[in-house]
C-alpha cells in the first residue's frame, strides 16, 4: 500500500493559518490594503471547505464501520503490524522502530498510535470493497485460469487488464523495477523479488486492485516485469447506497469560520 502524504496540521491551511494573509498593493484612504476582505473571504472559504471534507470524512469512515459490521470484516493489530513490516522491508518507512516514528512525525505530524489508527481504517476500507465488489474478482480469477490453461502472460495482459498504460504493451513497465520503486505497491513489490524468471504470482490484493505480476528478467536487483490489473470500485459506491438507505443525522455542528465585515479590522502589516 503507499501511503500518500498527508500535510501535517500547519501546512493544511495557509502559512497564515492563524492571521490571513494581507497584500499591500498600495495605500488606501485608510493606508491599509483594498484587497484585505478579499483575502479574507476566500480564506475563509477554504477554512470552510477544509471543515467540510472533515466532517466528510467522519461520516463515511462511520459508514465504513457499519458496512464491515454487516459483512463480518475486521483488521487485526497482526493486519496492520505486517503492512508497516512489508513497507519498512523495502525502506520506505527507514528500518527501526524509531525511523518509523521520526519519519510519520516529520512527514504527517502524527503519533505512531495515529498513524496505526490511520492504516487500520484504510485497510478496512480495502477490506469491504474487496468483500463487496465481486465482479472484479472474478474478472481476475478469469485472466488466472486462462494464464494457468497457456495463454502467454501478454496476450492475458492485453486482452484483459484495466492499466491502459501498460496493458498496450502487453502489460510490461517501460522501466526496471527494484524494491524501492514507489510505481508498484509494497504487496506487489514483495512478491514480484519472490519470483523466479518467467513466473508470475497468484492474485494479489494492492488494497485498490487486484494483480498478477510476472517476472520476465532479472538483472542484478532490478528486474524488468509486467503486470495485470482490475481495479476496485471506490468505496464511494457502497457507502452511497448505504446513505440512500440509511440517511444520517449530523448532530454536532462545525463552528462557522468568523465573518471579516471590514478590511479595517485587519491588522496589516506595515510594508
Known amino acids: 500500500m503507499e501511503y500518500n502524504k ?3 496540521p500547519n501546512s493544511q491551511l495557509p502559512t497564515s493559518a492563524t492571521k490571513p494573509l494581507v ?9 491599509k490594503s483594498a484587497l484585505a476582505l478579499d483575502v479574507a473571504v476566500k480564506f475563509n472559504s477554504q477554512l470552510d471547505q477544509f471543515k467540510r471534507r472533515a466532517l466528510d470524512k467522519v461520516v463515511n469512515d462511520a459508514y465504513v464501520k ?28 527507514g528500518a527501526t522502530e524509531q525511523s518509523l516514528e521520526d519519519v510519520i512525525s516529520d512527514y504527517w505530524g502524527w503519533s505512531l498510535d495515529d498513524f496505526k489508527r490511520t492504516l487500520r481504517q484504510q485497510l478496512l476500507v480495502q477490506k469491504v470493497v474487496e ?26 495482459a492485453s486482452k484483459h487488464s484495466e492499466d491502459e498504460a501498460t496493458a498496450q504493451n502487453g502489460g510490461e ?3 526496471a523495477i527494484d524494491k524501492m520503486s514507489r510505481e508498484l505497491s509494497p504487496q506487489s513489490a514483495d512478491a514480484l523479488f519472490e519470483l523466479n524468471e518467467g513466473a508470475y504470482t497468484q492474485i494479489i490484493n494492492t488494497g485498490y486492485s487486484l494483480e498478477i505480476i510476472r517476472n520476465i528478467e532479472t538483472n542484478d536487483n532490478k528486474i524488468r516485469a509486467a503486470h495485470i490489473v ?12 448505504l446513505k440512500d438507505q440509511q440517511p444520517f443525522t449530523v448532530y454536532i455542528q462545525p463552528p462557522e469560520a468568523p465573518v471579516i465585515q471590514n478590511p479595517e479590522d485587519i491588522n496589516a502589516p506595515t510594508p
Open 6 to 8: 498527508r500535510p501535517t
Open 23 to 31: 497584500v499591500i498593493v498600495g495605500p488606501t484612504g485608510s493606508g
Open 66 to 93: 457499519r458496512l464491515a459490521e454487516r459483512e463480518g470484516v475486521s483488521v487485526s493489530d497482526r493486519e496492520v503490524d505486517d503492512q508497516i513490516a512489508i513497507a519498512r522491508s523495502q525502506q520506505r518507512f
Open 131 to 156: 468483500k463487496l465488489d465481486t465482479e472484479t474478482r472474478q474478472k481476475a480469477e478469469l485472466a488466472l485460469s486462462e494464464l494457468e490453461s497457456g495463454t502467454d502472460f501478454a496476450d492475458v
Open 173 to 175: 513497465f517501460g522501466f
Open 230 to 241: 482490475f481495479n476496485f470500485e471506490p468505496i464511494e459506491t457502497y457507502i452511497n447506497n
